[in-house]
């Protein structure tokens, strides 16, 4: 095995990723080392390169496929040359309220990947055994890639919605996460609206199958969803990074509906309390997706029900689709195509 | 049967309420009469007073505890002399899905006691006959009065916060509301942190049963709940009319708890993306309740488990009261006690 | 109008349906007359015609499609020409815990149509305004008839089983109700095992997008089952009027897995306690559904995505389709269709 | 350390334990050894010691309450001395959908102390340190040790029959386990009906608060019940070893109410399928709890609402005391106190 790899590497908060040959990492109790065959790539991962916590050095990415390279003592259940992925939640305390209780990804002990431990924008990638989520056969590794961060996150973000199949929900946002969401929520039996600045976006969510495609700012877009939906969506996924999106989401919701946050743009958002009161409406945050919410998110994919639309990128071209990705000029999901 | 009776009527928007003698109504299709007893004051009461919507000239009050004095064609179970008390719901279409899915609470054809029809400050009220809540024999009307709205919108907004018998709630803001809710959360089997800025209802609050009882403003107020719950509330429950209390509650709970919100402050509140996405926080309205939830309340209250602290008033002072409740001094809750 | 109409009755338990001239009834306060356009034909008919519990004469049937013909007083929200459906549940009392709790399927004081107030096997119907189906503009009557109870029938048996979107369900006994179950479950985003004892029935489940159809009384079924959805179903909805059915359930579902039951053959079923308790299943009766569940069940077919198979006849032949049904030779529903 | 330990051991299924001195066994990998302060004895210690399914040699007992005696490799959060409880689920593979999904009592790969591992009736046991459960600082361990069987089992088994503050519970049986759940119920705000064939457990169940206490094999018990409660429970709670008791739930609850079973007799039960059906019943097994369930289960302890009726014996009493469980003579719980 090798015992270098290519890595990009944040040298300096804000600074432009460094392109390094570094050493493989070894798996230590309970690790295991994952060759990465693609890695997405998320606005979160903006977050990490722009110095919000962790330490540095640090290799960001954490939508990795790959392959079981080498594994570390005390693991079992896994074998060399497994396809996993390994996705934000690195591991977790396994014991608290939250991780017994079917929320790990609350654990206030958890680790994040290519956050507070190396991630996935090198050729190899140190995983905790235990929560490593498990792929297909055979996959088309580049595809699967969104699905680890992208795919579970809206996933988990219509769930919490708590919508039933032949409601509405809006998506709002048709970026990298929304064109998955509305992908999700057709294939649970949803109706979706979807919103979008952009005619491009809008015209994917309708390719995709959603039932209306409209401009997010156009003056009459929430008499147009109330009408429609006959009065207003049971649920709003917001995933646009956009703080004018959350205030939007409680003009298009129906009475008792449910507003999901999924998007983590800076700052607040203003709540009316009137609306909220006596429209009884939720709003309610959700942060990507435990290890089941994952199985069943790649589930979905594997049924051919959900697909990414990617753009293929080298590693090497890193700091210029961080530029594409902050100007908002990507559609869909980059992803690094480790295997090019 | 008198043909006429004294009623504290709005005559215009603002100005002090006019104590008039008034025709008896007499009760149409599916309509009884019910002669008040006892009728609460609740600040809802002053937007109707201050004309937000309705139309005048305008008998308010929705807080009525009285008996069946006459019934109206096709009225079925209901007899003269059962007691009843009529709530802020007048009535519901009965047929929307709000209506038929236990959350009539919400038709939007509803009708509200004391706003956009005639309520209980006066010696006689129109109840739909469907919408009454069943009192116990020889039940203690004043006492009871609140229980109608104080007492059953703050046992729904505890239900809201989805806790459960042992875990903890903060209940922010202690006075006709807030009191109330601090003995329904122990008769819930919750624990309770009390938080208000006055001492005499934080004594009051710990009189009731809160095992914690704090200056809301008190620097350490958050650090102390999160230190005593470990890790925050699993709920809030936020009766203060005031929006700072609205976003302090976010800084209360733990991770994958909620917040329900039933004052009506005016205005909005600002809402922190990144809290309430990381942590999973739901924000949740909550307006009165149906008229299951009613039988629940006042079954807590027919057990001994809840008892309204209140003021008995004669109606001839209402414009007295309505002042003091403005300017925060009312300990408990007014009632206009009509058998004085 | 025409004063008379026919119908078939109910004149000695057990004994064959006459077919009359009968007055065409007056509708009271809060109903209206329905015309009669189809009538689906179902199994508790059987109940009904033999006797369980009701008075003679007695008109049977509530699978009611058809349009409204006159407005008796006090009825607000419809009017003449309407179409509407009339189901099993004729009236409730509106006003008890389970018609406020959204249960109203419950109330201790409902009517049942066809069983103990006059049902749909005639020219024309009592319904009771409140609690009538809105069906679409220009409905297909006769393929709507089945929706009104076979249909919602399966649709809130399986809401009941707490399956979610990506789960696998066993519709057991593809008949009257269960082809309509294999389409709701497909609509909510459910994967489908069908079984049943007949070839034909196996083959319009797979026609109807079940992934699986099993022959129910193989030796290997339920190992089948188990490998096939990696180690059991979420769900079972048990529509086949047979013990066995029932008993066989609890061999298909995985750990924490829910069983519903629609049908109603006469008796008991053992139940193994080991299984259900260390392997958590949950078994829970369903019984029809309230009209939100009928306005959604009813959506599913105005979006073409739940379609019933049906064999018109007319009313005149109501003996022999009793025996054909008896007897297990129908193949989806027969709907006496009145406009024939 | 001593080297070798009292143990009573199983070495013929179905003949009397054995004392005997064996070797105290080393902490493995992720393992503690728990030096047993107190052992419970439970019903299903019959089941393990009668060979229902475990390899012999075999140390019975899940009820144990002790101190961290020695740690082994890989091991962090636990310290020599934090007094422990080792129950039921010794451990569990933390990867399944059960597992990770908030249900890890149903992992399939799970082993249970005193069943397939070693448990407690001897001075040291080996736990796997993820799953052993807190115990507060200088407990009682004697009275703490049928919590980790008996109390979080009933604790579970109550939240399992979706009961709500305010509703009336039926306990059926006031032996080890129902004269916990009498008392969780009450702390969880719940009305309760005790039941049983002994008048004094009926006294046992009156005083720890019970409302209603009841011969179980009256003939007017059902009668007695739906008078007192309005209707019927809103949950049952089956912890007799009987299969009438199971039977008899089904008499008991109201419209939609819920059964929930946590006693592990033999055989069937007959289930009466319209009954079932019409009445909208859910039955549900319930096996002990998990580790979160536990933390809530011995909370009420340390707050002082739940307190187990003990009978403490020696070790070497053993074969006396599962005689006496076995003849129903046990009045609460009996504890093996290794401190005597």
Not at 49 to 75: F, K, S, Y
Not at 296 to 313: P, W
Request: aromatic content about 4%; charged content about 20%.
């Amino acid at each position: 095995m090798a015992k270098t790899m290519r890595a990009a590497v944040v040298r300096q908060f804000g600074a432009p990723l460094v392109m390094e040959e570094v050493a493989v990492p070894t798996p230590q109790l309970g690790e295991v080392l994952v060759k990465v065959m693609a890695c997405g790539l998320c606005h979160t991962d903006l977050h990490a390169i722009d110095g919000v916590q962790p330490a540095l050095p640090l290799i960001p990415g954490h939508e990795v496929a790959g392959v079981v390279e080498a594994i570390g003592p005390g693991v079992s259940g896994l074998r060399e040359g497994d396809p996993v992925g390994v996705a934000w939640l690195h591991d977790a305390c396994g014991v608290c309220e939250y991780c017994v209780g079917g929320w790990e990804t609350l654990c206030e002990r958890q680790h994040n990947t290519g956050y507070n431990v190396n991630g996935g924008f090198a050729e190899y990638v140190i995983a905790s055994a235990r929560y490593v989520a498990r792929l297909p056969e055979r996959p088309n590794y580049a595809e699967l890639a969104p699905i680890l961060c992208a795919g579970v996150t809206t996933y988990k973000g219509i769930k919490e919605t708590d919508t039933k199949p032949g409601d509405w929900i809006v998506i709002s946002g048709i970026g990298g996460l929304g064109h998955l969401a509305v992908q999700y929520a057709k294939a649970m039996g949803l109706h979706v609206v979807a919103l979008d600045v952009s005619r491009d976006k809008l015209e994917l969510a309708r390719s995709l199958g959603a039932e209306l495609a409209l401009e997010a700012q156009a003056p009459d877009t929430a008499e147009a969803i109330a009408r429609e939906t006959g009065g207003g969506a049971h649920g709003v996924l917001v995933t646009a990074v956009s703080r004018p999106a959350f205030a939007q989401a409680l003009k298009l919701v129906r009475r008792k509906g449910t507003i999901s946050l999924v998007g983590l743009p800076p700052g607040e958002f203003p709540t009316p309390i009137f609306d909220v009161v006596l429209n009884r409406i939720t709003i309610r945050g959700s942060i990507v997706g435990t290890r089941l919410d994952m199985s069943e998110a790649l589930q979905f994919v594997n049924e051919g029900k959900v697909s990414a639309t990617i753009e293929r990128a080298q590693l090497e071209t890193v700091n210029e689709m961080l530029a594409e990705l902050k100007a908002g000029r990507v559609n869909g999901r980059v992803v690094f195509d480790l295997l090019r």
